[in-house]
């Protein structure tokens, strides 16, 4: 009833309290779930849940299960009492009630109330600070432990010498973590085992034999080893029972044991945080003694590799020496030889049968000296003795040169000899008489393992810069397993008994070296026995000079303006790159096209362009890498640059002339447009400015 509330609530106000009143015990049951009260005032008689029913709900929550109930009753029986303390009421008071009593017991239940929130508080903070404390200690013990294992890694990764890491081991156990250490390195067999350990005080690392250690002591390390775990040794001390036990740490890394540590006693054994400790700097120890196993491991290889590798050097060096000496000897009666079958030539009286001698004799000596000729050479070429006489040639030339020294060898055995050499000069800078010997020793080689009557031809391409030299025979080919070694020294196929082909298998050794000292590349191919073979030399050639056809005479000027320019098309479109140099060529300059960058790095010092036409978006290295390059290069570092994009925003621009572009032009770039670039560029380069501003499209 309001009445009877407002009574409570005027009886208690002097308690000072956070008094909460509800009329229903629905209402009663929704304010305990919210907060916790120090006691509850409940009357018995109620509209919807009466007094008791009420107090049997109000237990089954926790946080009110023992909080205090007052029942408050018009009238009470001893059944009605029973009920009530049965459901956990602390008294009854008969209503109208009278207020001091009231307040007092309300006022023993708030002060009891209080005073149990005090100690709870007070428990609360001795429960933090003890756990603050214990979380001090810890910390100060995992610091404590995080520093020593740092300094342990340090210090037994400052050596890669096993035995100073056994030692520094042994160090940084005794004293603070026992009395007394011992490590344990096996070897393959007992006696290579590694055995260190610590004596007298201060303590002092040794070495011994494993047979000097106590039997209790070698048993727990091999079962330490064994087993790959922690062995403790229990410890009787004399008069006081059983002290720190001794222990065995294997020293690991994943399953592979490297040795084991014996800790004699171990000190604070009751604390399982010692013994990860223990366990932490094994492994540690374990990883630097694997390092240094390792790292002996390593010096022992590259001191087996370095002597092999001298042995080499110094046999190579003794075989070229040799060649080398074997070479002059043989020449040194070559020459009297030769000159005395000459006299005889001069004055004998005409005789078929001396002629013939004479003959067989001259051809003889020239197969001899093409031999000791090409011996010399491999020497030389070994000792870096031969020196290149270059100079601008025509490969043409060079190659009819060789047809014509290879010509006796290939008429002897009635070979059908074709060649095709482009209609126009190839030029390339290099030595012509070693080019021709190249050519000519394939064509011997041809000529020596080709059955009579066979078929011999000799091509030569151009193609991107390239030069590209064939030589191909319908002879016995080559074997698989004899291809990758052809060019070895002294390698040859299989010889029937009477050797009738010849040679000393140093010619394509020869061919192999005199091309790479041209800066260019050889290779065979051969379907295998009896299928003939094919060899491939290929050599950067300045330009092809195409030959000038008559044209009608033009005026001066209009013949400055139309001066012709060698322009480097790079573009990894090859369309674009082909029909790019199809107008600069009508336009009367001289195209060659590459597809990516390294292409137009190894053309350019060969070609020398004046123009570079240089797409940015290559493959790999991309057009901006490409031009810092180019710049670097003598032979390009004026040319005009001309940028190539589809993209032409001022940024892009901007990008391409820092990059060391003359000119920036947007696909698709009118060919117009391109010609005058370079007419302009010229026109500026005649006019003394060696190289124009940059031009913008």
């Known amino acids: 009833m309001p009445e009877k509330l407002l009574v409570f609530e005027t009886v208690l106000e002097e308690l000072g309290q956070n008094i909460v009143s509800v009329r229903s015990g629905s209402d009663a049951l929704r304010e305990i779930l919210r907060r916790e009260f120090a006691v509850i005032l409940l009357d018995v008689n109620m509209p919807d849940i009466d007094g008791f029913e009420t ?147 201060p303590p002092e690392v040794s070495g011994c034999p494993m047979t000097s250690l106590e039997p209790d002591e070698r048993d727990a390390i091999a079962r330490s080893m064994a087993e790959r775990r922690v062995v403790q040794v229990a410890r009787e001390v004399e008069g006081s029972g059983w002290g720190p036990p001794a222990a065995a740490v294997p020293l690991m890394i994943g399953q592979k044991v490297l040795g084991t540590l014996w800790i004699d006693p171990v000190r604070d054994a009751a604390n399982p945080l010692h013994w990860g400790t223990l366990e932490d700097l094994a492994g540690r120890a374990a990883i630097a003694f694997e390092n240094a196993r390792l790292y002996r491991t390593l010096q022992v290889e590259i001191e087996e590799r370095r002597a092999a590798e001298t042995k080499l050097q110094e046999s190579s060096r003794r075989k070229d020496e040799f060649l080398a000496m074997l070479s002059h000897e043989l020449r040194n009666p070559l020459a009297p030889i030769r000159n005395a079958l000459e006299v005889i030539r001069r004055v004998a009286p005409p005789d078929p049968k001396l002629s013939w001698a004479t003959d067989v004799t001259g051809r003889q000596v020239k197969h001899l000296t093409r031999l000791v000729e090409e011996l010399l050479d491999v020497a030389r070429i070994s000792q870096g003795k031969i020196a290149l006489q270059t100079e601008v040639l025509d490969l043409r030339t060079v190659i009819s040169m060789a047809l014509e020294t290879a010509r006796p060898a290939l008429e002897s055995r009635s070979h059908r000899v074709t060649h095709r050499l482009p ?78 082909q010849g040679g000393l298998g140093v010619g394509l050794t020869l061919v192999q070296r005199l091309v790479r000292l041209h800066k260019g590349d050889v290779s065979v191919t051969s379907r295998g026995a009896g299928q003939g073979s094919t060899f491939r030399v290929v050599l950067p050639c300045l330009s092809e000079v195409v030959t000038p056809q008559a044209e009608p005479d033009v005026p001066a000027a209009e013949a400055a303006a139309t001066s012709a320019s060698r322009v480097l098309v790079v573009d990894d479109n090859r369309d674009a790159a082909a029909t790019t140099a199809m107008c600069l060529e009508i336009a009367g300059h001289e195209v060659r096209t590459v597809h990516d960058g390294l292409q137009a790095l190894a053309l350019a010092p060969t070609f020398a362009p004046d123009v570079v036409v240089l797409d940015i978006g290559l493959p790999g290295l991309d057009g901006y890498a490409v031009a810092a390059r180019l710049r670097a290069l003598p032979q390009t570092s004026r040319s005009l640059m001309i940028a190539v994009t589809g993209y032409g925003r001022d940024a892009e621009r901007q990008q391409a002339l820092d990059a060391g572009f003359d000119a920036h032009l947007v696909k698709p770039a009118e060919p117009v447009r391109l010609v005058e670039l370079i007419a302009r560029w010229r026109e500026s380069a005649a006019g003394g400015a060696g190289s124009a501003a940059p031009f913008t499209a």
Request: hydrophobic share 40%.
């Open 423 to 500: 209609d126009h000069p190839v030029l390339l800078r290099g030595d012509a008489a070693r080019l021709a010997q190249v050519v000519s020793n394939l064509l011997h080689n041809a000529a020596k393992y080709t059955e009579s009557g066979g078929d011999v031809s000799v091509v030569l391409e151009v193609t991107s810069g390239l030069a590209s030299i064939t030589v191909s025979d319908t002879g016995i080919g080559i074997e698989a397993d004899l291809l990758p070694n052809v060019f070895d020294l002294f390698e040859q196929g299989k010889r029937s008994l009477d050797r009738s």
């Open 55 to 201: 107090a049997g709900l109000i237990r089954r929550y926790k946080r009110s299960a023992h909080t205090p109930i007052i029942f408050i009753t018009s009238y009470a029986d001893e059944v009605q009492t029973v009920r009530g303390y049965s459901l956990g009421a602390v008294d009854y008071i008969l209503s109208p009630v009278v207020p001091e009593v009231l307040r007092s017991k309300v006022k023993v239940f708030v002060d009891l109330h209080l005073m149990q929130r005090r100690l709870r508080v007070q428990a609360d903070e001795r429960v933090a600070l003890a756990q603050a404390e214990a979380a001090r200690v810890a910390a100060e013990e995992s610091t404590q432990r995080a520093g020593f294992l740092s300094h342990a890694s340090s210090v037994l990764g400052g050596s890669l010498d096993l035995e100073v890491g056994a030692r520094r081991l042994i160090e940084l156990v005794v004293p603070g973590l026992a009395d007394r250490a011992t490590v344990v390195l096996p070897g393959e067999t007992d006696d290579h085992t590694q055995v260190f350990r610590s004596e007298g005080s």
